[in-house]
């Protein structure tokens, strides 16, 4: 493994705000707050250099202001890229005699303000937008009109998810909820199913039982003061479950809250069933590399039911996170790699390589070696139709009803270049945590896992927050990232499903 942050000029020094690589030819795309959209091709010819070569290809010259999220369809025919003030565009790809070119094909009009994050639906027929309008919203992008307005939400939508199976969309937003819709098909005329989704889980809230016996209910996600425009979530790519980021979790009344990242079972999306803190920095973003593995048999002790390994990558503000599902710790800590957030993960369909931006105008690569990971393992179309009535993919491990291994903390780095660090060597004798079991609330009739504000940064929805976002995209000057160890760190723990 190697990587680390590539010194070259990407967009023009402005924030590097969205990415994704091709699934065929493996190009890099970026989208900045310079309107434009650049392709790299990233390779590995240089091998005595640290960090994967990349090259500038072309760029994608039509949005009049920055691009805050892009994304190829599954075919790789296409690439969806929404921008502030509602641009929407869905670019086509085209094959000359002179090479491959990509051309504005559609625009997609009908959000009112900047659109945050999207994500295409398996077929690459439909595409799902987030927006600083409160709403989502499902398009039919081969006629281009919208199909379908989420609008429950009262704050910026800034995480979209669309399920692999197609059944569920999932969005999450600023005003402190994930919103679960499901796919109820509505008759039309001349026979044909209209695409339709209903809101089915609205989780917001956990009730927590004191030390005193007296039940309490707690945010499980951050407030609009969160020092980011995105809140990226993602589906695992067999359906499984759901990684949803922006979690803010307190054990107790009388404990600090705990930057977290929760896991969703598909057989149960109306509450958290694992969750992941790993950093004293809000985690925005995550996403799952496309390749599942062969079990490795190294690990009794994982929380996940599944025949195969997958692996995520899971972001705060100013670090990364890289887990697989058999294993109970990261395997693999990046810390000190940007001065601004983070903003964005991409992996490569072959995951051989990793990339994040950042809104300090710069973009980091790793690169893995051959079978690093593990060994790749094919997902046939049979077991992705049989995904549903599978058993539960969370399950709990054998002493759950005692408190788990006593954990050490791992803290990130002072100010210098990037550090990859593997979890044994990032640990700290002096400063452990112990990590138990503990049930995460309970479902009320309603289907709403329903703390006061803490005014730790500049709110998101403040009028200088709202204009510096449409000048530059830069943070706001509280929301800095400074490079000071963290006071500590926590290993998963499981969450009682009953």
Same mark, same amino acid.
């Given at each position: 493994?190697?990587?680390?942050?590539?010194?070259?000029?990407?967009?023009?020094?402005?924030p590097v705000?969205?990415m994704d690589?091709?699934? @065929?030819?493996?190009? @890099?795309?970026t989208?900045?707050?310079d309107?434009d959209?650049?392709?790299?091709?990233?390779?590995?010819?240089n091998? &005595?250099?640290?960090?994967p070569?990349?090259?500038?290809q072309? +760029?994608?010259?039509y949005h009049g202001?920055?691009?805050?999220?892009?994304?190829?369809?599954?075919?790789?025919?296409q690439?969806?890229s929404?921008?502030?003030g509602g641009? *929407?565009?869905?670019w086509k790809?085209h094959?000359?005699?002179a090479?491959q070119?990509?051309?504005?094909?559609s625009?997609l009009?009908?959000?009112r303000?900047?659109?945050?994050?999207?994500?295409?639906?398996t077929?690459g027929?439909?595409?799902?937008?987030?927006?600083?309008?409160?709403?989502?919203?499902?398009?039919?992008?081969?006629?281009? +009109?919208v199909?379908q307005? @989420?609008?429950?939400h009262?704050?910026?939508?800034?995480?979209?998810?669309?399920?692999?199976?197609?059944?569920y969309?999932?969005?999450l937003?600023s005003?402190?909820?994930?919103?679960?819709?499901?796919h109820? #098909?509505?008759?039309?005329s001349?026979?044909i199913?209209k695409?339709?989704?209903?809101c089915?889980?609205?989780v917001?809230k956990?009730?927590?039982?004191?030390?005193?016996?007296?039940?309490t209910?707690n945010h *499980?996600?951050?407030?609009e003061?969160?020092?980011s425009?995105?809140?990226?979530?993602?589906?695992?790519?067999?359906g499984?479950? !759901?990684?949803?980021?922006?979690g803010?979790?307190?054990?107790?009344?009388?404990?600090?809250?705990?930057?977290t990242?929760y896991?969703?079972?598909? %057989?149960?999306?109306?509450?958290?069933?694992l969750?992941?803190?790993g950093a004293n920095?809000?985690?925005?973003v995550?996403?799952?590399?496309p390749v599942?593995f062969? *079990?490795?048999?190294?690990?009794?002790?994982?929380f996940?039911?599944l /025949?195969?390994?997958l692996?995520f990558?899971?972001a705060? @503000?100013n670090?990364l996170?890289?887990?697989?599902?058999?294993?109970?710790?990261?395997?693999?800590?990046f810390?000190? !790699?940007h001065?601004?957030?983070?903003?964005?993960?991409a992996?490569?369909l072959?995951?051989?390589y990793?990339a994040?931006?950042?809104?300090d105008?710069?973009?980091?690569?790793? $690169?893995?070696?051959?079978? &690093?990971?593990?060994?790749?393992?094919?997902?046939?179309?049979?077991?992705?139709?049989?995904?549903?009535?599978?058993? /539960?993919?969370?399950q %709990?491990? $054998?002493?759950?009803d005692?408190?788990?291994? &006593?954990?050490?903390?791992m803290?990130?780095?002072?100010?210098?270049?990037?550090i990859? %660090?593997?979890p044994?060597?990032? *640990?700290k004798e002096e400063?452990?945590?112990?990590?138990?079991?503990? #049930?995460i609330?309970?479902?009320? &009739?309603?289907?709403?896992?329903?703390?006061?504000?803490?005014?730790?940064f500049l709110?998101?929805?403040?009028?200088?927050?709202?204009?510096e976002?449409?000048?530059d995209?830069?943070a706001? #000057?509280? +929301?800095?990232?400074?490079?000071?160890?963290?006071?500590?760190r926590i290993?998963p723990?499981?969450?009682?499903? +009953?």
């Amino acid at each position: 493994m190697r990587g680390g942050t590539v010194q070259i000029n990407w967009h023009d020094t402005k924030p590097v705000l969205s990415m994704d690589f091709h699934p @065929l030819t493996g190009l @890099l795309a970026t989208g900045g707050a310079d309107y434009d959209i650049k392709l790299w091709l990233v390779s590995s010819e240089n091998t &005595e250099e640290k960090v994967p070569t990349t090259s500038y290809q072309s +760029s994608l010259s039509y949005h009049g202001s920055a691009v805050n999220a892009l994304r190829f369809s599954p075919s790789g025919q296409q690439l969806a890229s929404g921008a502030d003030g509602g641009e *929407l565009l869905i670019w086509k790809l085209h094959t000359t005699d002179a090479g491959q070119t990509w051309k504005v094909l559609s625009s997609l009009s009908f959000h009112r303000k900047d659109v945050l994050d999207l994500q295409w639906s398996t077929d690459g027929v439909f595409l799902i937008s987030g927006s600083v309008d409160n709403c989502c919203i499902i398009w039919d992008v081969n006629k281009g +009109s919208v199909n379908q307005i @989420l609008d429950a939400h009262s704050h910026y939508v800034q995480g979209v998810a669309w399920d692999p199976l197609g059944k569920y969309v999932a969005s999450l937003s600023s005003d402190r909820t994930c919103r679960i819709y499901v796919h109820k #098909p509505q008759p039309k005329s001349k026979g044909i199913d209209k695409m339709n989704y209903v809101c089915h889980h609205i989780v917001t809230k956990v009730e927590q039982t004191t030390d005193d016996s007296k039940a309490t209910k707690n945010h *499980l996600f951050h407030d609009e003061t969160l020092p980011s425009f995105f809140r990226r979530l993602a589906w695992s790519p067999d359906g499984s479950f !759901l990684l949803v980021p922006a979690g803010s979790y307190r054990i107790s009344s009388v404990t600090e809250p705990i930057n977290t990242a929760y896991v969703f079972s598909r %057989k149960d999306l109306s509450r958290p069933a694992l969750q992941l803190p790993g950093a004293n920095k809000p985690i925005v973003v995550v996403r799952f590399c496309p390749v599942r593995f062969s *079990l490795r048999g190294s690990n009794s002790a994982s929380f996940f039911n599944l /025949p195969y390994r997958l692996i995520f990558a899971v972001a705060t @503000l100013n670090s990364l996170y890289i887990y697989d599902t058999e294993s109970v710790p990261p395997i693999a800590i990046f810390a000190g !790699l940007h001065y601004a957030a983070i903003t964005d993960i991409a992996w490569s369909l072959d995951a051989k390589y990793l990339a994040l931006s950042s809104q300090d105008g710069f973009c980091t690569l790793i $690169e893995f070696e051959k079978d &690093e990971l593990g060994w790749p393992e094919p997902l046939s179309e049979k077991e992705i139709s049989c995904q549903e009535n599978e058993q /539960p993919v969370i399950q %709990k491990s $054998e002493d759950t009803d005692m408190v788990m291994e &006593e954990n050490k903390v791992m803290g990130d780095d002072k100010e210098g270049s990037p550090i990859l %660090k593997k979890p044994e060597n990032m *640990l700290k004798e002096e400063n452990k945590v112990m990590a138990s079991y503990r #049930p995460i609330g309970e479902k009320t &009739e309603d289907k709403m896992i329903e703390v006061s504000k803490k005014d730790v940064f500049l709110p998101a929805n403040s009028e200088k927050a709202e204009t510096e976002k449409r000048e530059d995209k830069k943070a706001s #000057p509280r +929301s800095g990232i400074p490079n000071k160890p963290a006071k500590r760190r926590i290993t998963p723990m499981a969450i009682d499903p +009953s």
